[in-house]
């Protein structure tokens, strides 16, 4: 084993796990970025007994996975932050502990990520997994909504995380998730790919092969980008005029164009209608009168933070309004944070004809997509931490439920 991460004043050392549906994350708070990234992959050889007598391990977890993913039946043990496949969660956990930090995990506190409305039964499997498995000297369970809150240094306000697979909107008073106001959509990384592949499947380019597939990711998180939402059709034009020279080469050299692909890809973020119906937001908004208030806008992300925020308690929207906070990787692409200020203004303008507007302020870190971890990262260091997590003689004496006593 290596040499466990110093703590300080005798503290038990933290690692902070962060679970994710397309990376995962884990590392020591005091580095400023994560000692471990690779894709939340398990990869299982499709016949075991000949795969052993060639010499190849029982399984492959993250690039490993990845690079051999052709030999093995892989799969994601997250989807949409909820943990679906329980073995596979084990084989990713002990990679990344015995493998890649290489530590002793009865001497580490461990801070765990989960998804905002996980369920009694998987924070209880959590936990059980991590004392009995693996014999951690400690853990603290957080919801990925509230830490990613923490790393913008705030326990009040609006978290807009957008992934792989999931967007959710959850509003957050005082470090307590207000997970009944919460607005959650499918509409997220894994949707721009398959748009952006169906864009240029119409100009006469096929992307069907999961390479092909990965390609196209890969050209949509380095050359697509939000329009700014004030943009006419004189404007958008222009746009695509000056992005007609951006492109992208396939392994055989050929050259794709990249035009209004660009910002169309994103617009589904923006208008989820655009890939269905049944893709539009469900959450309705109420107005004084008790009318159902009909946006003027599309509904897509801006949406979802309007109606969470216009769904609260009024004595807390004004707070909540006022700090909108980006994550996950799919809010990178630039003009994220200005299109989501200027529809969520519009949203409250319709709305409130008449009333001064009130303060509302889109906030964004370059390292948003490490959001959640970072914050867990903050969270272990506060003077408080150590009363927050359930220790393993807690575990042993009240059993599993006492995470529910401990986490948020």
């Known amino acids: 084993m290596a040499a466990a991460e110093p703590a300080a004043h005798g503290a038990t050392p933290v690692v902070v796990m ?35 007598a060639a010499g190849y391990r029982e399984y492959e977890v993250g690039y490993g996975a ?18 679906t496949n329980w073995h596979d969660m084990e084989r990713l956990w002990s990679h990344v502990i015995y493998k890649e930090l290489r530590i002793a995990p009865e001497n580490f506190c461990f801070v765990i990520s989960e998804s905002t409305k996980n369920s009694e039964k998987d924070k209880e499997r ?20 509230v830490l990613a ?5 705030s326990t009040t306000g609006v978290v807009l995380d957008s992934g792989l697979d999931r967007t959710n909107v959850v509003p957050v008073h005082e470090g307590y998730p207000l997970s009944r106001h919460m607005t959650t959509s499918k509409i997220a990384g894994d949707a721009l790919t398959s748009h952006l592949c169906s864009l240029l499947n119409a100009k006469g ?13 890969q050209v949509k998180e380095s050359l697509c980008f939000v329009r700014d939402a004030a943009a006419g059709p004189g404007e958008e034009a222009a746009m695509a005029g000056a992005a007609a020279d951006e492109g992208f080469q396939l392994p055989d050299g050929q050259h794709i164009p990249m035009e209004d692909e660009r910002f169309a890809c994103t617009e589904v973020l923006f208008n989820h209608g655009l890939l269905g119906a049944q893709h539009v937001p469900k959450t309705k908004v109420f107005d004084e009168t008790g009318a159902e208030y009909q946006p003027t806008i599309n509904k897509g992300v801006s949406w979802m933070v309007y109606a969470s925020i216009n769904n609260c308690e009024q004595s807390l929207r004004r707070d909540l309004f006022n700090n909108v906070v980006l994550a996950g990787g799919s809010t990178l692409f630039p ?74």
């Open 18 to 52: 962060d679970n994710g549906s397309c990376l995962f994350r884990a590392g020591y708070p005091s580095e400023s970025a994560p000692r471990v990234l690779i894709p939340s992959l398990v990869g299982l050889p499709r016949n075991k007994g000949v795969a052993m």
């Open 66 to 83: 990845l690079e051999q993913q052709g030999n093995l039946d892989t799969s994601q043990p997250v989807r949409a932050g909820v943990v």
């Open 126 to 145: 959590t936990l059980e997994m991590l004392m009995e498995t693996f014999n951690a000297h400690s853990m603290y369970l957080g919801s990925t909504a």
């Open 149 to 153: 809150l923490y790393s913008y240094g």
């Open 205 to 217: 380019y096929g992307f069907s092969t999961r390479t092909e597939q990965a390609l196209v990711n």
């Open 335 to 408: 003009g994220t944070r200005t299109r989501i200020q200027q529809e969520v203004t519009q949203l409250y303008k319709d709305m409130h004809p008449g009333e001064g507007l009130i303060p509302i302020s889109i906030h964004e870190m370059a390292c948003r997509q490490h959001a959640t971890w970072l914050g867990g990262c903050m969270l272990s260091q506060i003077a408080m931490f150590p009363h927050l997590t359930v220790t393993r003689d807690e575990y042993h004496e009240h059993g599993a439920s006492i995470v529910h006593c401990k986490s948020l």
